[in-house]
């Protein structure tokens, strides 16, 4: 861009910041996340399904194979943090365009994972394609989309209220989503076979993601219009770091590696649950109704949560909020492993009260990431959100590839193949390794919360004070 057009694109830039900030920042940041789960849950929720159940691949493959292509992610993410942070400025500011650039792409791969069309392909091919398909999605397409919609927070406001509301609405995006993908499509993507057993339907499945991507295109594109950057993040001239200096600062922060390994503990037993769902209600419990259900409920509760949350943090601190919900999430799937109920309506119940624990990081753990964000700044003097923001991206990657790795793990120690799926031994198992394991992860996200995560309500309201007089000339 020539200086005269650089200058034009600054000068709306500025025009625009002038909107302030209210309920269509809200519901543009909102679209945003419920575009994303749009390809992520799907992927999360049946890929490994899909793989195991309708391409005949060991669940051990597929969960080695999640893992490891979260190694490029390690450069993608933080390449497309770089990226972000030293883009130019637009009219739309410098994290919206790449949105809008990646809508497309994103969508398209999403809809090729599912390929049932493969199923009686070599088995190497099928291998081929699920790792193939599965890394052009989420190491390229989907980082391209997420690290600077993410990112874009810190740029739509500086007001730390307004930053929680943004991670309320961000969630309530992400749940409107789930409910689409965990209630409505288990009624539409499952079919009995001749002995009356719940299967997954391959052609369904594709269907289904067709769809999802469609709607995920179309909602990035509201994300991109009603969404508006007026914070200007720039840091001044030679205090850019390149990667190696940028790593050294971050990975000694308290708070980064705070966040990052409550992240971590986060998505190995939200994900670990929510990838069994498929093994517990279809195998164990026979019933995929009560899949569609929990969901919903689930759904509903974080919705109920989104409604005051914003008041508790502001009252008693993210921080304080987040430990005390991982603390309640790993008391209920304790007690779940220990009764071993055979009632389905005792496991909803007690899968609810998990799922409203972990809900408070769930939708105060964007704002929290800011909080992070601006105490670097605070300690080191530099402004670096694209950057911070995607290497807590790839940690929840990591989170995510190895939640997927230890389903596989537990699916396989139960003795889980196509011929023992509904053994009384195997389900069993089953339900047993899918209660203790991610009770014992929230667990270690309490702790972690508790004695890692430095961020109090009071330390936060201290950094941005300072930020602000900084910002004022005052400091």
Known sequence: MSKAGSAEALAQFEENAKRPFGMRDKIGYAAGDFANDLTFVIAAMFMMKFYTDVMGVA???VGALMMAAKVVD???????????DRSP???KGKFAPWVRRFAGPVAVASFLIFAPYFADKPMGFKIFWMFFTYLLWGSVCY???????????SAITDDAKQRTELSTWRNIGATVAQIIIVVVLPLVVYTKNDQGQSVLSGPKTMMASAVCSVLAFLVYMVCYHLSTERVKLENKKGEQKNVAQLFGIIFTDRAF?????SALFLLLAQLTLSNMMNYIYPNYFNNTAFLSISGLVGCGIVLVLSTFVTKLADRYGKKELASAGALVAAVMQVVAFTIHTHNVVVYIVLYCITYAGMGFFNLLCWAMIID???????????????????????????????????SGVMLTAAGYTAATAFDTAVVNNIYSLSTIVPGILFGCMALSLFFIYPLTRSKVNKNIQTLKERREGKE
């Open 59 to 61: 669940p051990a493959i």
């Open 74 to 84: 390690a450069f993608t993410d933080v390449a497309m943090g770089q990226i972000c």
């Open 89 to 91: 400025y637009t009219a």
């Open 143 to 153: 980082t391209g989309v997420n690290i600077p919609y993410g990112s874009m927070a």
């Open 257 to 261: 590696l705070g966040i990052i390994i």
């Open 372 to 406: 992070v964000i601006d105490e670097i700044e605070v300690r080191d003097h530099l402004r670096s959100d694209g950057t911070v923001y995607s290497v807590y991206s790839f940690a929840r990657k990591l989170g995510q590839a190895a939640s997927s790795g230890i």
